[in-house]
């Protein structure tokens, strides 16, 4: 297995069994030219996406530069084979190169797979928290739903 930077939406795209749902050309586009974004893919020998793990280079005032690890799959044929650690590992090693000081990941509580994982490339776990969201809509209708123009 090799890790490598995906750099092209055609790189994106090929990854995108891997994804909660289908891929969009603009988007992955939006993806590789926005400024911190980053995403790392796990090949096999055979050149399949494996895997992928994305990050997000996050600044604030107080805190300076730290990497969101956003998102990690890897392919069910492929897991229980050390993927999602090496992902995760490299994810951490382009962090530090970007002088990150620091990494983290919002994961459920009862998401086992993924707790051992992390927990394996030497997360420490920082508390219980709250996750809300917003739900603004469907981008690609252009409107919230129950709202109209």
Not at 28 to 45: D, S, T, V
Not at 87 to 101: P, S
Not at 124 to 143: H, I, N, S
Request: glycine share 12%; aromatic share 8%.
């Amino acid at each position: 297995m090799r890790i490598r930077r995906a750099t092209t939406v055609a790189e994106l795209l090929a990854a995108e069994h891997l994804y909660d749902g289908p891929a969009r050309d603009d988007w992955a586009a939006r993806f590789l030219a926005a400024p911190g974004h980053l995403m790392l893919i796990a090949y096999a020998e055979d050149g399949f996406p494996a895997g992928f793990v994305s990050g997000i280079e996050m600044l604030h005032p107080d805190k300076g530069a730290e990497m969101c690890l956003y998102e990690l799959s890897v392919d069910e044929g492929h897991r229980r084979r050390g993927t999602g650690r090496a992902l995760t590992e490299a994810l951490l090693a382009a962090a530090r190169e970007r002088g990150c000081r620091g990494a983290w990941v919002g994961v459920d509580t009862d998401n086992d797979a993924a707790l051992a994982t992390y927990r394996a490339a030497g997360s420490v776990d920082e508390g219980v928290f709250a996750m809300l969201g917003w739900p603004l809509g469907d981008t690609e209708a252009g409107a919230p739903d129950g709202v109209s123009g």
